[in-house]
């Protein structure tokens, strides 16, 4: 299975992995930053930029394992209160506290599917 690791150009002591339950992917992410921010940074084709303040729910994800940090609101048309006991989240709108493993779950999981990750590499 592919594995790439991207991070930001600096140096940073609170950089955490993220791991991308579906394609194996994986990218650092600055606790200061929110996950949407790192992931935009694997430069996959099809991660869409939607409204970045939890209203549009595109960047939807579920946390495996790991603990994030709300650092906004999360519209409840797009996360119920009974996803967000479970996980979900919207990644413009957490940021993380340690290593994660996440499932993309909302309209950028086509993006992750094993066939798009092996495409984007070649
Ligand atoms: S980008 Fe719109 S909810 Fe995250």
Known sequence: MQKIVTGPRD????LRSIQI??????????ETETLLEGMTRLGRRGIPVGCVNGGCGVCKISVLSGRVR????MSRAHVSIEEEARGVC??????????????????????FTLA???????
């Open 11 to 14: 140096a940073s002591p609170c």
């Open 21 to 30: 339950e579906q394609s194996g992917e994986a990218y650092l992410c600055r």
């Open 70 to 73: 709300q650092v906004g609101a």
């Open 90 to 111: 919207l990644a413009c709108r957490v940021a993380p506290l340690e290593d994660l493993t996440v499932e993309v779950v909302g309209k950028m999981t086509k993006a």
């Open 116 to 122: 798009n990750v092996v495409g984007a590499s070649s």
